[in-house]
């Protein structure tokens, strides 16, 4: 793909880099408005990943492609094109050289994805995005042999992240190392009278908590602190070191405001933050975070350093404490407490619900993603596999199964909350809780967590034992049945649901 790409891509002309106030500039011009909070916002056509007309090319190119790239490849010969380069990971040996290039009338959409990574080096670069966002037909071809990705009928700023983010995984994966979906973080705590660092993965699919918790401050007080690192995509390595990718966040916003995500909202409001797809009155600049009549998947572009908690770094030196965050409604606890082979298990599980930010015509519903990461390219069991051995290889790693949604139905169940959640990975890290085993499925489940009335969690309360038992079994069931889906899975997975 590669010598096709530099054969027969020629554009009318390219706008070499051109500078960040130069893109905002453009944006202005191109319809953006400036908020009440002096920030840019931004609208676009398409408002989520169109992730269902996604294609990875892992060998030939079939005629149906080979003619819809020629076409493209054509088209934007005619085409003014803005060019920009910058860095993705800052650990040497791990930085990644980045290019895409957009036609000049989205200046948007370089201007944004700019803002997510590190500043440009000298070099030609390892990954290439290109997008034609005026194209007829909506289609991603994404060729991770040759680090190229193309972005047809798409203006959505997240396509070109995530573009980036898929390749440097599958980058990862080649070199011995995992790329994960997931946020990190440091809860440097107290114990035995000295200041330790516990560094945190938080999995989870957009919009099922994953930011939210990731940018929460504990409410820690002095020496005790969080440290915020990554809101997206880590790479997880064999000595349990987790190497960060960007320099941004991009959060939804629906019903953002200052009382339950303190971090957030300032980081929003910032001027440097760009306001995507949010309701902002054009004529007063007034932004309304609970407004969806766009869509409910808003978001925000915030630089890391307007998030408090942050530091310079983006890597963790040590991960202590792996998180799978899942939105369960019925009788999955707040928190379980898993083996490694049952944490494999959840990886390969990936059990939430599909939200606005992936699929919106399908949000609320089930759905497991393999790792919570829709981007991986090429066997999903051996990234399961690779796990395990990781896990096995440094055993001070522990793994939970965290619920953010329901226990006891969505009519008259008891919500788990944010300050549930937040309590939780607090006294994970503290190591305050305390565990009993749960026969039928293994794990172990909390017995008293402090700061928290797990009663109200108890399934008794809110169905008879034979119901129990019923959605047990159809829910081990289930999973059973999609493990057994990946014939090259470690046998030791799908044994750790029989105890």
Not at 81 to 102: A, E, T
Not at 131 to 156: H, N, Q, R
Not at 182 to 201: H, N, T
């Amino acid at each position: 793909m590669r010598d096709i790409f530099a054969a027969k891509f020629d554009p009318r002309n390219i706008i070499d880099n051109p500078s960040e106030d130069k893109l905002r500039e453009w944006a202005l011009e191109q319809g953006g408005v400036i908020s009440e909070f002096g920030n840019l916002a931004v609208t676009t056509r398409v408002r989520s990943r169109i992730a269902k007309f996604t294609e990875v090319i892992l060998g030939e190119l079939e005629d149906e492609n080979v003619k819809l790239v020629d076409d493209a490849l054509k088209y934007l010969n005619h085409r003014d094109m803005i060019m920009l380069d910058r860095v993705m990971c800052q650990s040497n040996g791990y930085k990644k050289r980045c290019r895409v290039y957009v036609e000049a009338q989205y200046p948007r959409i370089p201007l944004m994805w700019g803002n997510t990574l590190f500043p440009a080096e000298a070099g030609e670069p390892d990954f290439i995005t290109v997008t034609v966002a005026d194209w007829p037909e909506k289609k991603v071809l994404v060729f991770p042999e040759s680090g190229i990705t193309l972005i047809l009928g798409s203006d959505y700023k997240g396509e070109n992240k995530k573009a980036m983010l898929r390749q440097v995984m599958y980058w990862a994966k080649k070199e011995g190392n995992i790329g994960l979906h997931a946020a990190s973080k440091i809860l440097r705590i107290m114990k035995d009278g000295k200041l330790c660092d516990k560094g945190f993965l938080l999995f989870g699919l957009s919009g099922t908590g994953k930011t939210s918790l990731a940018c929460h401050s504990h409410w820690l007080r002095p020496p005790e602190r969080v440290i915020i690192r990554q809101d997206d995509v880590v790479i997880l390595k064999a000595d349990s070191s987790a190497i960060g990718t960007e320099e941004s966040f991009y959060m939804k916003t629906e019903g953002l405001e200052p009382a339950a995500q303190p971090l957030l909202y300032a980081a929003a409001i910032s001027p440097r933050a760009i306001l995507e797809n949010v309701h902002v009155d054009k004529l007063t600049g007034k932004v309304d975070f609970f407004d969806s009549t766009l869509t409910s998947n808003g978001r925000a572009m915030v630089k890391r350093r307007d998030i408090a908690y942050t530091d310079g770094e983006v890597d963790i030196e040590k991960v202590d404490f792996l998180i799978f965050i899942t939105r369960h409604n019925e009788i999955v606890p707040p928190v379980v407490k898993l083996s490694q082979e049952w944490g494999a298990a959840a990886f390969m599980l990936g059990e939430s619900v599909e939200t606005s930010a992936g699929d919106p015509s399908e949000a609320g519903k089930q759905r497991r993603v393999v790792g919570t990461n829709p981007f991986i390219v090429g066997s999903e069991e051996e990234e399961g596999n690779m796990f395990l051995d990781i896990l096995r290889k440094n055993p001070h790693m522990q793994c939970y199964l965290l619920n953010t949604g329901r226990v006891g139905g969505l009519t008259g169940g008891q919500k788990i909350t944010v300050f549930d959640s937040v309590k939780i990975l607090e006294m994970i890290a503290r190591d305050k809780i305390s565990w009993k085993k749960d026969e039928f499925w293994g794990y172990e489940v909390p017995a008293d967590i402090p700061g928290l009335d797990i009663s109200r969690f108890d399934l008794n309360n809110y169905y008879p034992r034979e119901k129990i038992a019923a959605l047990s079994q159809a829910l081990k069931k289930e999973r059973l049945a999609w493990l057994s889906g990946f014939e090259g899975i470690h046998p030791d997975v799908i044994n750790a649901l029989q105890p």
